[in-house]
């Protein structure tokens, strides 16, 4: 899906609520809304019309809506050029990284225990691992919360999702369940979700408020969110800078979604690990 077909489908686009907002002329006399009625009749099959003829772009381009994504020509290499609340989205990382991301001394360098430790994780939770990659995370989470628990492996890449399908039926391992999303949409069930954790995955989510807007909506109402993320602050973590997170920035785009920052945690050596809860 093109980012402006996502932009014209979110529920908050001007384009769509100009044309649901007809019905809120009813207070008017009976004359204006006998007539504005009328105009609504032909209004709405000629803008579906416009739709199927020239596509959500055109559509989106016509009502000059305000972008929540802004599109710079002058932008890092490592990111896609696209910037969400002033910070430049990274590229996704290709199935080219699972080599990357098992390599043997990321244990030495990224204390993954340390992680599961912030986490406190129970017998019985349901869990999302949001961006599960090869399952560095999922295997490590999935004895934690026990038979009765659940971690649901979420990836957007057809590669990583057939890794994470082999790697739990050699473990044996019954209680991880792979999830395809789609770049806007993770597809968790609502009101159910424990923890949602994204592990070096935020910054190249290309849909970010859309993405948070359904993880939001998955949470137990004393759900969680957890994002490791490289410190931005730091000059000396070694990691491309659109791979960087600030806390000041990540509080600000979780704010959107009405998400606060309710624990920091800071003992890995170049990680943040931020637990964000519902407002
Ligand atoms: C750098 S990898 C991290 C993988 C894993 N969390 C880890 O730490 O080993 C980022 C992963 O996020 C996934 N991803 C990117 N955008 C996504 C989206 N919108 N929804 C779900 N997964 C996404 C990518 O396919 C990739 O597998």
Redesign the pocket.
């Given at each position: 899906m093109s980012r402006h077909g996502a932009k014209l489908l979110s529920p908050d686009t001007p384009g769509l609520v100009t044309l649901t907002g007809g019905s809120k002329l009813v207070d008017v006399d009976d004359r204006t809304a006998c007539a504005t009625l009328t105009t609504m009749r032909y209004l709405v099959p000629a803008l579906a019309l416009a739709l199927v003829v020239f596509g959500p772009h055109s559509l989106s381009s016509q009502t000059q809506s305000p972008q929540r994504y802004e599109t710079r020509a002058n932008h890092d290499p490592n990111g896609t050029g696209t910037f969400y609340m002033g910070r430049e989205i990274a590229q996704?990382?290709?199935?080219g990284?699972i080599e990357?991301?098992?390599r043997a001394q990321?244990d030495t360098e990224?204390h993954p225990s340390l992680v599961l430790d912030a986490l406190q994780l129970h017998s019985g939770e349901v869990v999302a691992?949001?961006?599960?990659?090869?399952?560095?995370?999922?295997f490590r989470m999935a004895p934690k919360v026990g038979k009765t628990g659940k971690v649901l492996a979420?990836?957007?890449?057809e590669e990583?999702l057939q890794t994470l399908k082999q790697r739990a039926a050699a473990k044996r391992i019954a209680n991880v369940q792979v999830i395809k999303?789609?770049?806007?949409d993770?597809h968790l069930p609502t009101g159910t979700v424990d923890l949602v954790?994204?592990?070096?995955?935020y910054h190249?989510?290309?849909?970010p408020y859309e993405?948070m807007q359904s993880v939001r909506d998955s949470l137990k109402s004393n759900g969680r969110v957890a994002f490791?993320e490289y410190r931005k602050e730091d000059p000396n973590v070694p990691i491309k800078e659109v791979?960087k997170m600030s806390v000041g920035q990540l509080e600000k785009e979780m704010a959107a979604v009405g998400l606060v920052l309710v624990r920091r945690i800071e003992t890995l050596p170049l990680q943040h690990i931020l637990i964000f809860g519902r407002r």
């Open positions: 996704v990382m290709g199935p990284g990357w991301l098992d990321r990224e691992d949001l961006g599960a990659g090869s399952g560095y995370f999922t979420v990836d957007v890449q990583m999303a789609s770049e806007t993770p954790l994204f592990v070096d995955v190249e989510l290309a849909y993405v490791v791979h």
